[in-house]
């Protein structure tokens, strides 16, 4: 029996189906992350397991016990959502405290366990600042302080860093990352952000209009989608029916659902030792430079292909200018899963 049982989940808001039975497990200590685009019920279903909103039918099990119609905070569940809701009047080490003493207790036990949340989240010397006067990175982990000094059993993220800048994010994720570790937590974590899902988690789900469109690690995630919707959504992938496929190569494969090519697995072949299962012309349309990649879009036979390669010091081909490329059978890959007619 796994530690969290989604079974059978099915929510509606009136006629609108948000969660389509959807089952998922979740083992204790996983760091699972529910990714998806805006509007695909990855927050509803966190709800859901928090109790803050009631399913329509199906069951929730965790550590062995049917908590679906448990009151939230008879859950023992920790949340941390993107907007940090902090006391404004309190300081951080009475936001962090409150909890415990409307629980009521003993002064000596609050003060050790806000001392420990206070080290963990790396808040030292902060203890008596306010919330307006730490940055929004800070008061996020005042906010983590707050849920992991209650020793969650699980402890739910819902987009915990959207609202903060591309450089803390990063030194906030690996803190996230740490705690998970070093408590041993198990986390369930909310993002539309693929890298994010990618840097953080044990397993992703993915999801698509209430539905689980693929489950596995990140790595498998993005080396073998198994939709045109988890391609496109995780890798960038060029998506291409069978026809186009025999259009830019010349060859055909038998995959009825279309063959998916990551931009960075063709090569622009500048030796002819280079090329490898399929080689092809095309013509530069425009580059786009994005960070450290440079991404070519390129006319190969009237099919419009991204190729991306690292941007090292200039734009090294010309639009205009005429290629030979070339791509392994490995890396085109069949995609095994019809696109689901959505209800
Ligand atoms: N309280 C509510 N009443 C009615 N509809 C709702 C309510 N909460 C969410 N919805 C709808 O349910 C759907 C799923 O919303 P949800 O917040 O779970 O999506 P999400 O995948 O987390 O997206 P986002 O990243 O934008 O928050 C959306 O269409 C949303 O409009």
């Known amino acids: 029996m796994s530690y969290i049982e989604f079974q059978n989940i099915n929510k509606f808001y009136g006629k609108n189906q948000v969660l389509k039975d959807i089952s998922l497990n979740i083992e204790k200590g996983q760091f699972v992350t529910l990714l998806g685009p805006s509007g695909c019920g990855k927050s ?23 908590i679906t119609n448990l009151e939230p905070k008879d859950r023992n569940i920790g949340m941390v959502f993107q907007h940090y809701s902090l006391f404004p009047n309190m ?12 629980q ?3 002064k000596e036990e609050i003060k050790a366990k806000v001392d420990s949340a206070i080290q963990i989240v790396e808040l030292e010397g902060k203890e008596k600042a306010y919330p307006e006067n ?49 408590l041993g937590l198990t986390c369930i974590f909310v993002t539309h952000d693929q890298d994010e899902a990618m840097v953080m988690s044990d397993t992703i789900h993915l999801f698509h209009e209430g539905r689980i469109e693929q489950s596995s690690d990140p790595i498998t995630m993005y080396t073998s ?3 045109q919707f988890a391609a496109a959504f995780i890798g960038n992938y060029n998506i291409l029916s069978r026809e186009q ?30 090329e490898t299962d399929y080689t092809f012309d095309g013509v530069i349309i425009d580059n786009t430079p994005k960070g450290n990649v440079l991404q070519y879009n390129i006319n190969v036979n009237g099919v419009k292909m991204k190729v991306d390669v690292l ?19 490995h890396n085109c890959i069949r995609i095994c899963r019809k696109e689901q007619k959505r209800l």
């Not at 996020?140 to 302080?145: F, G, I, K, S």
């Not at 993220?157 to 903060?164: G, Q």
């Open 44 to 66: 509803t279903l966190l709800r859901c397991l928090s109790g803050l909103e009631e399913i329509s039918s199906g069951r929730i099990i965790m550590d062995g016990k049917d």
């Open 91 to 102: 300081t951080v080490e009475e936001n962090i405290a409150f909890g415990l003493k409307m």
């Open 104 to 106: 009521k207790k003993s």
């Open 134 to 182: 730490l940055s929004g990175g800070q008061q996020q982990r005042v906010a983590l302080a707050r849920s992991i000094v209650q020793q969650p059993k699980v402890l739910l993220l819902d987009e915990p860093l959207s609202a903060i800048d591309a450089k803390l994010r990063k030194s906030l994720q690996n803190s996230i990352k740490q705690i998970h570790k070093d």
């Open 225 to 227: 989608p198994v939709s």
């Open 245 to 274: 496929f025999a259009a830019v190569t010349g060859k055909k494969i038998a995959s009825e659902n279309g063959i998916a090519i990551r931009p960075e697995t063709i090569q622009i072949v500048t030796d002819p030792s280079e």
């Open 311 to 329: 941007f090292r010091s200039k734009v090294l081909f010309e639009n205009g200018q005429k290629l030979r490329l070339s791509v392994a059978d």
